[in-house]
């Protein structure tokens, strides 16, 4: 339990320029002398990158040679940096909770970019802002919570696989649920596999061989999360298996539901007998039935367009790949590729491309703008570069349409509290730092759920997301955030047993005791603080996030003496 | 020089807080008058503090949040909701409640961040500078608001605000369920009752004071303060202390 520090603030600011980021904006050495004469501020710096060994260590060294017991870091935003400095603080012995974060790139340099006096003068009050609440900071104790070595993985498709198999061959009990009523997900659609060639079935075969002789791997199919509960090391989770419900404790949770594909319906002449997707020519092929010869593929169907902006990244190389296919095995079949732009990233994908022209497959550019006319046999696009519209015609047309997110991704993102993009693609921590995780602990992702990915990359993230989980699973115990809510010793008298808290809270984390007292279980607290801005008497307090806290910050912002 | 508003936001951790970094990553410009202060949920932001805001001179205070059902915290947002409609509700009887914006933002809404500050900036600027403003606050005004402070600060108006959801929504202890209408009703009288106790402890700790006078600086019919003189004296909060003629002079206990 944290008890009021009595020591006085002996504060360091330190201002990052992150390269040109914020420096490039604003007088970070003005900023740091400015920071050197707010209350209580003892020591100031700026630095070229404050989150870099150098500047990390001129941290250190400042904390050791000022005796600094607080310290203020204004540079990107504390959702991906915030653990760096902590840990860096505790390095040299001060309680990592000392420590305060002032966000002066993400949400000022980068936003106020015509206006550096403007963004100046913000970075300035954040800054006041931010050693105001540094003064006020409490060292904290963190909750220690024992972890359940067991991993869920939601989705069986080539990512939930590899995760699966990556966390159970490192020894963990691992569970798979998969909604469909067999393993596969997208392979189970597809005919060869760009760039190797290898058979989609081949790959799968070997797959769901490994899961079968895998111990400790169970598998669940037409299966679904129904419900959970609990946090990190210990989510309580309800499957539904075809109506039946299996109760499990898991330590980790990893979303690998892919994604689905975009059907066009009522576009380009789509019926799914002569005018088809790529997933129906794969199967066209995998049965051996293609006997046309004038073949016209058209990409970006629904794709890079108002409505869905993103570009699906498959589709390219899957048409070269059934193209090439075609070709190989019919060397007399005309094959035109109707494209916006081609891409074919990396030395692999780029050589199939060269391998199709070689093949004779035609590339013609179309745009936006100048609409594709489809008809009955022929296809009229208007080609760029000669500057009219030419005639192509088909017996089979195939539409490469994007992947787009799973329809039910809304709800498991509900169930599971973490977010989807605007696309309903679920949305990681951070793009570069945090790729795999979601922001909640525990929960990780991989695959095409977060965006379309090749199968390639579905395994490759498949391994990350595993690793990522691995980081928490490896161990008894993990040390989880100290900031929950409490009831302070010096506030128990406040109490008027009124349980607004009891009811307010969503976590079940506020009992009546056998002493008719209210009492806060710390490891169901996840500290969002309602209970305390609805308490009746103001006695609950919100570690890390207190009163006291934030109306110092309001003061500070405000710039007035408090009445 | 045009009037720059000087505005307070309170963006959740989770939603809006990651949304107003993506617009940060995606280099979305706007307006840089807000200052953020970074909470766990929108439901933590205590009343208090937006009085607080407001006392200081600033200009507005914009409160954001995850959009509903997509609460980190499941339904901390529901209770930010019931919270900001009683502080709207405090400050319309001092026509301060276009100063103060609940709104909602996901983590992906860069742009709708964006947008929204500089509308609720823009809105700022139409209206004007606030009257609290530092160098020259409106007295009055303030001594208002600080009684609005006190009176959402009650037992009464926050335990009554903290059941909300439980007595609209599920029943009270006796299994009855309330309508809104009825709550509302409720809580529009304690809201007023409460005003105006606060106002009134506030007068009298200063100096004790008659009804009558009570009545003049308050600007309310002596009848209705002399109800509330006498509620006060029940929770022993005012008491008597003399009669000067045939006149009671209560003070503060």
Known sequence: MSKKSDENPRIGV??????????????????AEYSGTLPEVVYSEDNVYTCSETGLNAIKKAIKDYNLNRVVVASCTPRTHEPLFRECIAEVGL?????????????????????????????????KMGAARAAKLEPLDKVSVQIQPVALIIGGGVAGMSAALNLNNQGYETHLIEKEDQLGGRLTSLHTLFPSNIDASELLANFVNKIQLAKNLTIYISAKLRKIDGFVGNYSVEIDKAGEIIKLMVGIIIVAVGASLF??????GYDGKKRITQQELEVILKNNDLNTNNIVMIQCVGARNEERSYCSSVCC?????????????NPGAHITILFRDLYTPGTKYEAMYRKARELGILFIRYTEKKELKVEENEVRVFNEYLGEEIIVPYDLLVLSTPLIANEDNKALARLLKVPLESNDFFLEAHVKLRPNDFATDGIFIGGAAKWPVDITEAITQGYAAASRASTILSHDVIEVEGTTSYLPEWNKNLCSGCEVCIKVCPYKAIIKNEHDEIEIIQALCKGCGV?????SKQAIEIKHFTNEQILSEIYACGGRDVY | MSFEPRILGFLCNWCSYAGADLAGVSRIQYPPNMRVIRVMCSGRVDPQFIFEALQQGLDGVYVMGCHIGDCHYLEGNHEAIKKFNMVIKFLSIVNLENRVRLDWVSASEGVRFSELVSEF????????????????????????????????ASDRIRALVGRERKITE??????????????????NTAIHDEYIRSRILILLEKEPKSVKDIAAEIEIDPNKVLENILVLKGRAQVDMSEIVDITPIYVRT
């Not at chain 1, 330190?14 to 003005?30: A, E, R, W």
């Open chain 2, 170 to 187: 599920q029943e009270n202890v006796y299994g009855e369920k309330v309508s809104q209408e009825i709550y509302d009703e409720l809580l």
């Open chain 1, 263 to 268: 059907i066009p319906k009522h576009m380009l």
């Open chain 1, 95 to 127: 309680n990592e909770y000392l420590f305060n974060f002032v966000n002066i790139r993400d949400q000022c340099t980068w936003v106020h970019m015509k206006d550096a006096e403007g963004a100046y003068k913000k970075a300035r009050d954040l800054v």
């Open chain 1, 317 to 329: 190389m899957t048409a070269l790949k059934n193209a090439i296919f075609i070709s190989n095995k």
């Open chain 2, 121 to 152: 900036i823009q809105d700022i600027k139409n209206i004007g500078p606030s009257p609290l403003r530092r160098d020259c606050p409106d007295k009055r005004l303030m001594e208002k608001l600080k009684a609005i402070e006190r009176a959402a």
């Open chain 1, 14 to 31: 330190f201002i990052c320029h992150c390269g040109s980021n914020i420096g490039g904006l604003i007088d970070c050495k003005k900023l």
């Open chain 1, 531 to 535: 209970c305390g801005a609805t308490c």
